[in-house]
């Protein structure tokens, strides 16, 4: 079990630029989540997939923002047209099975909008 | 909407006792968690509470009352290594995380 993964660890794009995250759930969880978290404050919920179904998202989300997990395994999260407020932490986590309550999280995205 | 209120900062000496108090006001109540969360790193679980009362594991302790809206964090013998924030989040449903501002304990020597 290596644990979820994220990448890039870091990304510096100009404002107006798209960028795509990945993250990698451990293998056996059905559960991902992307998060959101900016300097000093907790990690905000982005979106939830149970399995290939993205079954929650939440207003933080707007257009510009896209998230898919084709096939139950590993997600992407996509921002279009960049704009400095996206600035912040992209946290994934994923659950499942016998512990399902507890959400493990990645080492996270750090984006950096210039 | 939701509020999960927390200190901000608190500080204390190596090897002694802090308690990290939350309360919340939450639209659905599934359980509360505490995460640990070092500068620069993915948090990590600490605790979850999902009935009344105190539940320890080794240095840390986690207590919760449903009635109240409250819980803590209690930190014992602490040590450098505790300097972090510490994430207090509320399970609002099946699936769901809610969580505060974090706050941050500094353990000096």
């Known amino acids: 079990d290596t644990g979820v993964s994220q990448d890039p660890r870091h990304k510096i794009t100009k404002r107006g630029q798209n960028v795509t995250f990945r993250c990698d759930p451990i293998s056996e969880h059905n559960r991902l989540y992307w998060y959101r978290q900016t300097l000093g404050q907790g990690p905000e919920f982005l979106t939830y997939f149970q399995n290939e179904a993205q079954l929650e998202k939440s207003r933080l989300l707007s257009d510009r923002f896209s998230a898919e997990r084709p096939k139950g395994s590993f997600s992407t999260l996509e921002i279009q047209r960049t704009e400095q407020g996206d600035s912040a932490m992209y946290l994934c986590a994923s659950n499942g099975g016998r512990r399902g309550y507890e959400q493990y999280f990645g080492p996270g995205t750090r984006l950096t909008v210039t | 909407g939701q509020n999960i209120d927390q200190p901000t900062e608190m500080t204390a000496t190596e090897g002694a006792i802090v308690q990290i108090n939350c309360t919340y006001q939450t639209s659905g109540f599934n359980g509360l968690f505490w995460y640990q969360q070092h500068a620069g790193e993915a948090p990590t679980f600490l605790s979850y509470?999902?009935?009344?009362g105190l539940e320890e594991k080794g240095r840390f302790s986690s207590f919760l009352s449903r009635s109240k809206g409250y819980s803590y964090l209690l930190l014992k013998e602490l040590q450098m290594k505790d300097s972090a924030s510490y994430l207090c989040?509320?399970?609002?449903?099946?699936?769901?995380?809610?969580f505060g501002a974090g706050t941050t304990v500094t353990v000096r020597a």
């Open positions: 509470n999902v009935l009344d």
């Open positions: 989040a509320v399970r609002e449903n099946d699936y769901k995380l809610s």
